[in-house]
């Protein structure tokens, strides 16, 4: 059990991290040292790049650490999981693709690409605000066996969505 706890405050520094990261008086405060140019062209390659290399320590952890199963779907039911687990996939790559992959990523801003700026309504986000959020969160919980550390990696993604989707 000391395991599911481990991953939950190693996600909580990952969240607090990402979450100044993102903050706009960081933000601010990083136009001020570096400029404005390079603000525009080079933070978001960072900002995602410092985002999948602090991950990197929660997966070694989810690795490493003990673990216990909770649950796992049956055959033929697990099917359905599966199921849900690739709208889940679709739903986070169609909302990506919608808004601009390589602004996603931050290669459009390297490239010297400005975002359109354009309020996107087709798609998932005709239904929902959050696509990549919302189909990441159905991946995340369609999972066909469920064990202690993946239900702390879920909730505390699941409460980072939240956090980030309200600011």
């Not at 952890?61 to 999981?81: E, G, K, S, T």
């Not at 599966?82 to 459009?108: C, E, H, K, P, S």
């Not at 550390?149 to 505390?156: E, G, I, K, P, R």
Request: aromatic share 20%; glycine share 8%; hydrophobic share 55%.
């Amino acid at each position: 059990m000391n395991s599911f706890f481990i991953i939950l405050i190693a996600f909580a520094l990952y969240g607090w991290l990402h979450s100044i990261l993102a903050s706009l008086g960081f933000k601010a405060w990083m136009e001020r040292q570096l400029g404005m140019a390079w603000m525009q062209r080079w933070y978001r390659l960072i900002f995602n790049v410092v985002g999948g290399l602090t991950l990197l320590p929660i997966f070694y952890l989810l690795w490493i650490l003990p673990d216990r199963q909770i649950y796992q779907v049956p055959w033929p039911w697990m099917l359905i999981n599966f199921a849900l687990q690739i709208w889940g996939v679709w739903i986070a790559y169609d909302g990506v693709r919608r808004t601009g992959t390589m602004q996603f990523l931050g290669l459009g801003q390297l490239a010297g690409k400005e975002e359109s700026g354009e309020f996107v309504q087709s798609g998932p986000y005709r239904y929902m605000r959050h696509p990549i959020y919302t189909g990441s969160m159905l991946f995340l919980w369609a999972a066909p066996r469920i064990s202690w550390l993946s239900l702390a990696l879920n909730l505390s993604m699941t409460a980072y969505f939240f956090v980030g989707a309200y600011y």
